[in-house]
C-alpha cells in the first residue's frame, strides 16, 4: 500500500492534520494509531481551550483554533460539545500578577477580548470562590472547553468522508529512511509507502523521532486528573492557577474535572495514579472552593504532557530528514492548539508554505538561538 502522506498518531493533532489535508485535496493519506483514536494525551486531558498565553505565537495559534472551534459543528459535522464559558486565572504570587498585567497588555494588542479583575470584583461575580491571597485574576469570556474525545472523532470521521484512511491498532515499529528521504513505514499491518511522513505521536514523539535519527528535544511527563459526582450547573468558566498549580471544569453534565502538576514528577510514560494526588488535590481545591467538600470523588486516571524545553509546540519539517514533519511537545496544551496547528503542517505540506499561521519560528532551529518561555503552564 503507498500513500502520500503517513501519520503516525491518532489523536486531535494527527487527525487534525489529516482532516486538513483532505479540506486542501490531498486525501492519499493515512494516520495511524497503536492504540484507539484518543487513546493518549487527548482522551486523557481537561478539554480546556484557552487563549490567555504568556507568548505571542501561543495567542495566535490559539485565536486561529478558537474560530475552528466555533464552527466545528458547521464545518466538522460533530456537536463537540462546544461551550465559551470563559477562562478566570486566578494568581496567588506578586511576581505572577506582574506578568499577567503584561500578558493581557500582549493578548488585547494580539486582539484578544480580555480583562484583569481584582480580587473584590472576582468574589462579586463568583461568591462561591474563597480569595484568601488572591492577588490578581484575568478572564476572557472566547475562552472555553469542549470534548476532545468527539473533537478526534469528528475530525478522524470527515478525514474518512473524503477518502483518507484511519488504521487504529496498528502500531508503526520501525521507519524507512534512504538517502536522507523517508520512504515508507513498518507497522503491525505490514509495510506502507509513503513521501512524506507526519510525527504527531504525543507523548512517543521522541522515539519516533529516533526512528530516523532525529533528536527531538520533548520529554513526556505523568499528569493527573479525577472527576467528582454531578452538581447542577452552575460553574461554566475554568478556573485555572499556575502558581496555585490546578485547574478546573464544570461539564455540561455536572461533574467537576480538576488536574494539577507534580514537581516531583519523573519523565517517562507511567499511566497509573496515585492516592497522593487525590490527597493533595482535595486539599486544596475544598480551600479555594468550600462548595466541594461533601463531593466524593468517581473517576481518576493520568495522561502525558509531552513537554518542550520552552513549553511551546515543535511544528515543521525536519532539516536533517527530507519530507519528515512533526507537530509535538505542546506540553499539555495540544488539544487547544491542534485545529490551528493541523491547518498550518497541512499548507506546510501541500503548499510548502503556511498561509494562515506562521509557525517557522516554533521548529527545532530555536533551540539554539536563546528561547522563550511559555510561563503559563500547569
Known amino acids: 500500500m503507498k500513500y502520500k502522506v503517513c501519520i503516525i498518531g491518532g489523536g486531535i493533532v494527527g487527525t487534525a492534520i489529516a482532516y486538513f489535508l483532505?479540506?486542501?485535496?490531498?486525501?492519499?493519506?493515512?494516520?495511524?494509531?497503536?492504540?484507539y483514536l484518543s487513546s493518549g494525551a487527548t482522551g486523557r486531558c481537561g478539554g480546556g481551550i484557552r487563549q490567555q498565553w504568556s507568548t505571542e505565537a501561543n495567542v495566535r495559534l490559539a485565536m486561529r483554533s478558537v474560530k475552528f472551534f466555533e464552527r466545528f459543528k458547521?464545518?466538522?459535522?460533530?456537536?463537540?460539545?462546544y461551550k465559551q464559558g470563559g477562562y478566570l486565572l486566578l494568581s496567588f504570587s506578586e511576581e505572577e500578577a506582574k506578568q499577567f498585567e503584561k500578558n493581557v497588555k500582549m493578548q488585547k494588542e494580539q486582539g484578544l477580548n480580555v480583562e484583569i479583575l481584582t480580587p473584590k470584583m472576582v468574589k462579586n461575580k463568583y461568591p462561591f470562590i474563597n480569595i484568601d491571597n488572591l492577588i490578581l485574576a484575568t478572564f476572557c469570556q472566547s475562552d472555553g472547553h469542549a470534548n476532545p474525545h468527539k473533537a478526534t472523532f469528528g475530525y478522524a470521521k470527515a478525514a474518512r468522508e473524503m477518502g483518507i484512511d484511519v488504521y487504529t491498532h496498528t502500531e508503526v515499529n520501525s521507519i524507512d529512511v534512504k538517502n536522507g528521504e523517508v520512504c515508507g513505514i513498518n507497522t503491525s499491518k505490514g509495510y506502507f509507502e509513503c513521501e512524506v511522513l507526519v510525527n504527531a505521536a504525543g507523548a512517543w514523539s521522541k522515539e519516533v523521532g529516533k526512528m530516523v535519527g532525529v533528536d527531538l528535544p520533548t520529554e513526556s511527563y505523568?499528569?493527573?486528573?479525577?472527576?467528582?459526582?454531578?452538581?447542577?450547573?452552575?460553574f461554566p468558566f475554568m478556573a485555572i492557577s499556575f502558581s496555585g498549580n490546578f485547574y478546573m471544569r464544570q461539564t455540561l453534565h455536572g461533574q467537576f474535572i480538576m488536574g494539577q502538576g507534580d514537581k516531583d514528577e519523573k519523565p517517562g510514560i507511567n499511566e497509573n495514579v496515585t492516592?497522593?494526588?487525590?490527597?493533595?488535590?482535595?486539599?486544596?481545591?475544598?480551600k479555594l472552593f468550600p462548595f466541594l467538600k461533601n463531593l466524593r470523588i468517581l473517576r481518576h486516571w493520568s495522561g502525558e504532557y509531552n513537554m518542550s524545553p520552552d513549553a511551546q509546540p515543535i511544528?515543521?519539517?525536519?532539516?536533517?530528514?527530507?519530507?519528515?514533519?512533526?507537530?509535538v511537545g505542546f506540553s499539555?496544551?495540544?488539544?487547544?492548539?491542534?485545529?490551528?496547528?493541523?491547518?498550518?503542517?497541512?499548507?506546510?505540506?501541500?503548499y510548502g508554505k503556511t498561509l494562515h499561521s506562521d509557525i517557522s519560528h516554533l521548529n527545532t532551529e530555536r533551540f539554539g538561538k536563546g528561547i522563550i518561555q511559555e510561563k503559563n503552564v500547569v
Open 74 to 81: 458547521d464545518d466538522v459535522g460533530m456537536d463537540i460539545e
Open 315 to 327: 511544528l515543521g519539517e525536519s532539516k536533517d530528514i527530507k519530507n519528515f514533519y512533526y507537530a
Open 222 to 234: 505523568r499528569h493527573q486528573i479525577f472527576v467528582t459526582e454531578p452538581l447542577n450547573f452552575f
Open 332 to 350: 499539555g496544551h495540544g488539544f487547544m492548539l491542534a485545529p490551528a496547528v493541523g491547518e498550518a503542517i497541512a499548507e506546510l505540506i501541500v
Open 22 to 35: 483532505g479540506k486542501l485535496g490531498e486525501t492519499s493519506v493515512a494516520v495511524f494509531e497503536k492504540r
Open 275 to 286: 492516592f497522593k494526588f487525590e490527597k493533595e488535590m482535595a486539599k486544596k481545591m475544598t
